[in-house]
């Protein structure tokens, strides 16, 4: 079967006692038991229900995972990913880490004892260079937040399976319609939902996916304990979305495309970053572990933090907001936002500077998207060359 058409069919075959061609919201705690120690396939919603199971079979089989556990939001997958981990434990993870899982690793995981060296992702190498014997775990993002830099997975998942270390990778910004890191050698791959794959900005949800029956059990025994799982209606609202998950990207992609050369050729614009464009260094990255670039353009304003604010606020219709991978245009700005928990210098050495503005370029008509950042970029220029 076909992408498009797992995203509406697997795991969403019509209800067997109802025949409701939409898997219903199963909004119960509890199934009834056949007898003692018979249930009929569900007990408690902790540890299972069908409306979460639906969503959980359609992600595993475009992710080509044979597992899936989804959860509240995506740290908490991204936390149960760690609970993998004891103390002493040594993680190695890419420094332009997604802001929240920066958090996860410093302000909780620390505390027991877990550490982390943030590497540059430029070069595979610098993963190998960074293992010790205590070493349990890499952390990759990419494209990476907000710079778009693009890690080679293949040749990190190389190490890693030398050194016997799992490989996790978040494919928030891919989707598994743009990347399938499974494929590409990675262990573990984590989704924020709440993001493309959910697509509509009403839904706080996370996955785990793996084809390793072992670290699946344990997680799941992790879950089932501590909880986190998301709620029948958002796992609801998050298989909506899933259904058009294909068509939302290619439109994400073909704007963001049409954003990126667009912002490339603005007077008022220093630099855009975004893998699709041609003469971007990882084009060619992109072209052999990604079928697409995916939706976030990311780019430097001429000028400083009062230029960016001056853009943010002469937007109309994008709105200045976290996240992305809705179907509206959102604009943000990763060193307050996003990045607001990272030390400057760290910043200032990952080159989220206060200029850089992050987009993540929705399915509205391109014209509008287009007009409305020419507007606020103009606007911008004013209040440079009022100052200047
Ligand atoms: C948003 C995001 C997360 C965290 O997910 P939540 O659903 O907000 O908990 C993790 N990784 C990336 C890349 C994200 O964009």
Same mark, same amino acid.
């Given at each position: 079967?076909?992408?498009?058409?797992?995203?509406?069919?697997?795991?969403?075959?019509?209800?067997?006692?109802?025949?409701?061609?939409?898997?219903?919201?199963?909004?119960?705690?509890?199934?009834?038991?056949?007898?003692?120690?018979?249930?009929?396939?569900?007990?408690?919603?902790?540890?299972?229900?069908?409306?979460?199971?639906?969503?959980?079979?359609?992600?595993?089989?475009?992710?080509?995972?044979?597992?899936?556990?989804?959860?509240?939001?995506?740290?908490?997958?991204?936390?149960?990913?760690?609970?993998?981990?004891?103390?002493?434990?040594?993680?190695?993870?890419?420094?332009?880490?997604? #802001?929240?899982?920066?958090?996860?690793? /410093? +302000? &909780?995981?620390?505390?027991?004892?877990?550490?982390?060296?943030? *590497?540059? $992702?430029?070069?595979?190498?610098?993963?190998?260079?960074?293992?010790?014997?205590?070493?349990?775990?890499?952390?990759?993002?990419?494209?990476?937040?907000?710079?778009?830099?693009?890690?080679?997975?293949?040749?990190?998942?190389?190490?890693?399976?030398?050194?016997?270390?799992?490989?996790?990778?978040?494919?928030?910004?891919?989707?598994?319609?743009?990347?399938?890191?499974?494929?590409?050698?990675?262990?573990?791959?984590?989704?924020?939902?709440?993001?493309?794959?959910?697509?509509?900005?009403?839904?706080?949800? #996370?996955?785990?996916?793996?084809?390793? /029956? +072992? &670290?699946?059990?344990?997680?799941?025994?992790?879950?089932?304990? *501590?909880? $986190?799982?998301?709620?029948?209606?958002?796992?609801?609202?998050?298989?909506?979305?899933?259904?058009?998950?294909?068509?939302?990207?290619?439109?994400?992609?073909?704007?963001?495309?049409?954003?990126?050369?667009?912002?490339?050729?603005?007077?008022?614009?220093?630099?855009?970053?975004?893998?699709?464009?041609?003469?971007?260094?990882?084009?060619?990255?992109?072209?052999?572990?990604?079928?697409?670039?995916?939706?976030?353009?990311?780019?430097?304003?001429?000028?400083?933090?009062?230029?960016?604010?001056?853009?943010?606020?002469?937007?109309?219709?994008?709105?200045?907001?976290?996240?992305?991978?809705?179907?509206?245009?959102?604009?943000?700005?990763?060193?307050?936002?996003?990045?607001?928990?990272?030390?400057?210098?760290?910043?200032?050495?990952?080159?989220?500077?206060?200029?850089?503005?992050?987009?993540?370029?929705?399915?509205?008509?391109?014209?509008?998207?287009?007009?409305?950042?020419?507007?606020?970029?103009?606007?911008?220029?004013?209040?440079?060359?009022?100052?200047?």
């Amino acid at each position: 079967m076909e992408f498009q058409t797992k995203t509406i069919h697997i795991g969403q075959e019509p209800d067997p006692s109802t025949g409701a061609v939409i898997t219903p919201i199963y909004q119960t705690s509890i199934f009834s038991f056949d007898d003692i120690g018979k249930p009929k396939g569900y007990e408690y919603s902790r540890a299972g229900n069908p409306t979460r199971q639906a969503l959980e079979e359609c992600l595993a089989s475009l992710e080509k995972a044979e597992h899936c556990l989804t959860f509240s939001s995506g740290v908490n997958a991204a936390s149960a990913i760690l609970s993998l981990l004891r103390p002493g434990d040594h993680i190695i993870a890419t420094e332009d880490l997604y #802001g929240g899982t920066y958090r996860l690793f /410093e +302000e &909780i995981y620390n505390r027991q004892n877990i550490t982390v060296t943030y *590497v540059s $992702g430029d070069e595979p190498e610098n993963f190998e260079k960074a293992i010790t014997d205590k070493t349990k775990l890499i952390w990759l993002e990419t494209p990476t937040n907000p710079l778009l830099k693009l890690i080679d997975i293949e040749a990190v998942a190389q190490i890693s399976k030398w050194h016997n270390i799992l490989l996790c990778l978040d494919n928030t910004f891919s989707t598994p319609y743009f990347q399938t890191p499974l494929t590409l050698g990675a262990d573990v791959v984590l989704h924020s939902t709440t993001k493309y794959i959910n697509g509509h900005s009403d839904v706080i949800g #996370g996955a785990v996916l793996t084809n390793d /029956e +072992e &670290i699946f059990e344990q997680i799941k025994h992790y879950q089932y304990i *501590v909880g $986190g799982i998301v709620s029948p209606f958002d796992a609801w609202l998050t298989l909506r979305g899933l259904k058009t998950l294909a068509i939302r990207m290619d439109r994400h992609e073909t704007n963001a495309i049409k954003v990126a050369e667009f912002l490339k050729e603005h007077k008022i614009v220093e630099e855009v970053f975004y893998p699709g464009l041609s003469d971007n260094p990882q084009y060619s990255l992109a072209k052999k572990q990604m079928t697409g670039f995916g939706g976030v353009v990311s780019f430097k304003i001429k000028g400083g933090q009062d230029e960016a604010s001056s853009f943010f606020r002469n937007l109309n219709l994008l709105q200045l907001a976290l996240s992305l991978g809705g179907v509206e245009s959102l604009a943000c700005y990763p060193t307050t936002m996003t990045h607001g928990t990272i030390p400057s210098d760290k910043k200032e050495k990952l080159g989220v500077t206060d200029n850089l503005i992050r987009l993540s370029v929705g399915i509205e008509h391109i014209n509008d998207i287009l007009e409305d950042l020419d507007n606020a970029l103009l606007k911008s220029k004013s209040s440079l060359s009022f100052k200047h």
